[in-house]
């Protein structure tokens, strides 16, 4: 006998909610057999306002995480939810949550957070924030530079181009001395039309300026972009990859470590590029796990194939993809 199986989906914050669906399934709404759904936003009892929630970080297996290619032993924090920004790729974008500002955890909080894996995982000694963007602007700056120093910790996190645009370098110098481990930014392009077209609030020169600052300030970068977007032709690619490859020659003269992690654009539902493509009545190819376009041909957890909606073929795609990979070796 076929074995029976159920999915409830929670659409939102799950924390408060999912006790609450234990103690009676009832709170889900029943969509079929098979699948019930519950939705939580402003106004339910579930909606977790206040994110500083206390959390047992003993269920978890997979931490603290040991990283012998960064040097560092390596547990988990989220200090905020939610994004300022509007990417049009992005599933975070303000547009798709007009209701649900983003949140900021108390630094109070943070710190009891941190105190507290220290205490049971004395190994750590780095904290990853996992926030969608965590160094938004001048607060979350402060924040930082106060937070993990009285814990005498690495850190990494996301970072935003505007937001260190025009920081002054006595700031910059304040995030170095923090212990901040590595930056992650995203650049996606280095084409202009292309940044406007994905609503990336910058140019790519701003964003090669700003990448230099932070480097200049010995602090390590790893720089995410993205290749093959609806409409991309050939020509903006291939800046894209001389973008990438100038700033590789710009850190390996100072000596700081840069990462480059190319990806292939994924179409996610109900994003504005994902609306364009249905608009456009383009074909939308289910997203699947991608094999590994280097000469191992390991499978890559972090990229996937879903289709091509550049304006150029899969061959070329896959040929953008493998020289940003290569700017990593030997970095």
């Avoid at 990462?259 to 289910?286: C, M, Q, W």
Wanted: glycine share 4%.
């Amino acid at each position: 006998m076929e074995a029976q199986w159920h999915v409830t989906v929670v659409a939102g914050d799950a924390e408060l909610v999912l006790p609450a669906i234990i103690k009676d399934p009832t709170l889900a709404e029943k969509r079929s057999s098979t699948l019930n759904i519950v939705n939580v936003t402003i106004g339910s009892p579930f909606y977790p306002i206040n994110v500083d929630l206390p959390l047992n970080r003993s269920i978890f297996k997979n931490e603290p995480v040991r990283r012998p290619d960064l040097g560092v032993t390596e547990s988990h924090i989220i200090a905020s939810r939610g994004c300022l920004y509007n990417c049009a790729f992005c599933t975070a974008a303000r547009s798709l949550n007009p209701r649900i500002k983003p949140r900021y955890r108390s630094f109070d909080s943070l710190a009891e957070e941190i105190a507290a894996i220290r205490k049971l995982h004395p190994e750590t000694n780095c904290i990853r924030v996992l926030d969608d963007l965590f160094l938004r602007d001048q607060a979350s700056i402060e924040l930082a530079a106060r937070l993990f120093p009285e814990n005498q910790l690495y850190w990494r996190s996301m970072a935003h181009v505007n937001t260190f645009r025009d920081l002054p370098s006595s700031q910059l110098e304040a995030i170095k001395k923090s212990g901040c481990h590595e930056l992650f930014m995203g650049i996606e392009s280095g084409n202009d039309d292309t940044l406007r077209h994905v609503r990336k609030p910058f140019t790519a020169h701003t964003a090669y300026k700003t990448i230099c600052r932070i480097l200049d300030a010995q602090i390590s970068v790893k720089c995410y972009f993205i290749l093959g977007f609806p409409g991309e032709i050939e020509s903006a690619a291939q800046d894209t990859v001389t973008f990438a490859s100038r700033l590789r020659e710009y850190a390996d003269k100072t000596g700081v470590q840069l990462r480059i992690s190319p990806f292939r654009f994924r179409p996610y539902h109900g994003t504005a590029l994902y609306d364009e493509l249905v608009k456009e009545g383009r074909t939308i190819t289910e997203i699947q796990n991608r094999i590994d376009i280097s000469d191992t041909c390991i499978s890559n957890p972090y990229d996937c194939v879903a289709g091509v909606y550049a304006e150029y073929d899969e061959d070329t795609l896959n040929k953008y993809m493998r020289g940003m990979e290569k700017l990593n070796d030997n970095a």
